[in-house]
């Protein structure tokens, strides 16, 4: 077993370092022992959006509902033959991870195969699953089985996990709307898309953002430098957007130059080691 562990948590690294080279450059920033675990989230995470994004020649739903079920079994049998599954059910055992986080976060992953607009309630349900969550798990990893830090740092989880989401919306905008037919915003029409739609969304943003920093700033310091360095970067790519006139947000994706990246992490780690977060 110790070599097929061994292979599938490399094969959650793989995933995330070419999926996401920000939230690459984050994990490298925890403690060493916190690494692992946060791949293995992330593999899990890509793998179920993968399936309700780009398999367009595919059964979606089919590959979901099994995509669910091996995930499920895979919890309860402790073991799966899917790496990345394997690697991720290891971590649900090792941090408690619940299974009703699982379970939303795969629900809002459906949603996606269905909706293509949302009222206010289904997008609070649709970011809660698909966002907030997902800070819960990784906020299990880093409270390393402080149950009381971590009760009492969930609601700044759940902020960072809706702001990265909501940045995510603007900055894909263009992608989601004609690409995959969706629109997540419940106040917008795209044909009345302006500025002021766009700043009554950064507002929303800007919130979310002040709510996440306090959270960061009680971390324990082991998980704290990664988080902040994701945290820094969805800030920058945020007030990027933000300096972007409306009409071209809907004719381009928004990006950080790799240089770029490099600069903030090494801002982040100087604040770090200054202990001025």
């Not at 709307?177 to 800007?206: H, Q």
Request: glycine content about 4%; some cysteine; aromatic content about 12%.
């Amino acid at each position: 077993m110790e070599l097929f562990d061994t292979l599938s948590i490399r094969c959650s690294r793989i995933t995330t370092k070419m999926y996401s080279t920000s939230f690459s450059i984050g994990i490298y920033c925890l403690h060493q022992r916190l690494r692992d675990p946060i791949y293995s989230i992330y593999g899990f995470v890509r793998l179920a959006d993968e399936i309700v994004d780009t398999f367009h020649d595919f059964d979606k739903q089919d590959l979901l509902s099994q995509f669910k079920e091996d995930t499920f079994r895979s919890i309860e049998k402790k073991i799966s033959l899917n790496p990345i599954l394997n690697s991720f059910q290891s971590t649900v055992h090792r941090y408690k991870i619940r299974p009703e986080l699982i379970e939303m976060f795969l629900h809002s992953m459906e949603m996606d195969l269905h909706k293509k607009s949302y009222d206010n309630d289904e997008i609070k349900e649709y970011i809660t699953g698909s966002a907030e969550v997902v800070g819960l798990m990784c906020l299990r990893v880093f409270c390393e089985d402080n149950d009381s830090l971590y009760d009492k740092l969930s609601p700044y989880a759940r902020s960072l996990g809706s702001a990265f989401q909501k940045v995510n919306f603007l900055r894909d905008l263009k992608a989601d709307y004609n690409g995959l037919g969706r629109v997540y915003f419940p106040a917008v029409k795209m044909n009345e898309w302006d500025t002021s739609c766009k700043t009554d969304i950064e507002k929303n943003i800007k919130a979310d953002f002040d709510q996440a920093l306090i959270g960061i700033k009680r971390l324990p310091r082991s998980a704290r430098l990664g988080v902040y360095v994701a945290y820094i970067y969805y800030l920058s790519l945020f007030e990027k957007i933000k300096n972007t006139p409306a009409n071209l947000v809907l004719e381009t994706r928004i990006r950080i130059a790799n240089s770029g990246k490099a600069k903030l992490l090494a801002y982040s780690y100087l604040k770090h080691q200054l202990n001025l977060l």
